[in-house]
């Protein structure tokens, strides 16, 4: 990253982490919700902002993620302890390996791309939420409700606000800092050159396929994650999480923020559910008409994302910035 990039992210950080200075601790429970939402924003962020890939169905890995830790930490897996570390980490290497089954289908061969990638994720998408709500053994319909919630080991299960503000804001933190150094390595510059001409990579030698099927499993495993802290905070995990609606949902918050920069999808997320709830009270039943506007407008007159574009503008009027 920029040095300036790098600075705002900072004080991105910082400002979550004296924010439990101004609010109640209903308020950081609700931040909290919301920023396991950015999260998830930063996987999509991360294959369509990054690599091009426009995925119709990142939710598949969410809901994997939370249905993986549901049934670890309710003790439904012959085997496992009912352990959050280990329900965490079964979060994610379950998506990341279920992703990694499916790249090898839409990657390689004559390969998916463009659209045809779009419509075949929001297929299985479709299917998934089908199958789970046709499956007994994680609840049918009704989904696993009575989720423990976090026990890290440390004084106990993570119920009152602060602490689990302040744990999920770490997590977000460090997926952050993870993903950014990746994206500086020259992994991260053959996904730029993947995602602005695909053929001209390929001609350069790149390996598309593989590049693909790499970026698809890490962001499967961040979306994984995001769901299992999801499930450890709403004590259920339901079809929908696996379902379009998600999809559609994490498609808004990461361009309203901005695709291209992970620190804007993660606020956009965070600033989308704000607003979800601030017109809901505003206009009522007509919130969802306010906030279609919202995303229409923002497209059309900051195609790069709302936040994006103002944090590209603060960055270049600090100093050393691009004129």
Not at 193 to 199: F, P, V
Request: net charge neutral.
């Amino acid at each position: 990253m920029k040095r300036n990039a790098l600075f705002l992210a900072a004080l991105v950080w910082l400002g979550f982490a004296v924010l439990p200075l101004l609010v109640d601790d209903w308020q950081l429970l609700q931040l909290a919700q919301f920023m396991t939402y950015g999260i998830f924003a930063m996987s999509l962020a991360l294959i369509w902002g990054q690599a091009g890939l426009l995925c119709f169905g990142q939710a598949i890995f969410f809901g994997g993620g939370a249905y993986a830790m549901s049934l670890v930490t309710m003790g439904m897996i012959p085997g496992l302890p009912a352990n959050s570390w280990i329900g965490l980490v079964a979060a994610m290497v379950l998506p990341a390996i279920f992703a990694n089954l499916l790249g090898r289908f839409l990657f390689y061969g004559r390969g998916l791309r463009g659209a045809h990638f779009g419509i075949v994720t929001l297929a299985i998408a479709v299917i998934a939420e089908r199958l789970a709500i046709n499956w007994e053994f994680i609840g049918g319909f009704n989904g696993l409700m009575g989720v423990p919630p976090m026990n890290l080991g440390i004084g106990g299960d993570l119920i009152d606000g602060l602490p689990v503000y302040y744990a999920i804001l770490a997590v977000a933190a460090i997926v952050f800092g993870a993903l950014a150094a990746m994206l500086s390595t020259p992994f991260g510059l053959a996904l730029n050159a993947l995602r602005n001409h695909e053929d001209r990579a390929a001609f350069l030698g790149y390996d598309n396929a593989r590049l693909k099927l790499a970026i698809f499993t890490v962001a499967a495993a961040v979306a994984g994650l995001s769901g299992a802290l999801f499930v450890a905070q709403f004590a259920f995990a339901s079809p929908t999480l696996l379902g379009f609606g998600l999809s559609t949902e994490v498609l808004i918050w990461t361009a309203l923020g901005g695709k291209s920069l992970l620190i804007a999808a993660f606020l956009g997320a965070v600033v989308v559910r704000v607003a979800e709830n601030f017109l809901s009270e505003l206009l009522g039943p007509l919130w969802l008409l306010g906030l279609g506007a919202l995303f229409v407008l923002c497209v059309i007159f900051f195609p790069r994302g709302l936040i994006a574009e103002a944090l590209l503008r603060l960055e270049r009027l600090l100093p050393g910035g691009r004129r």
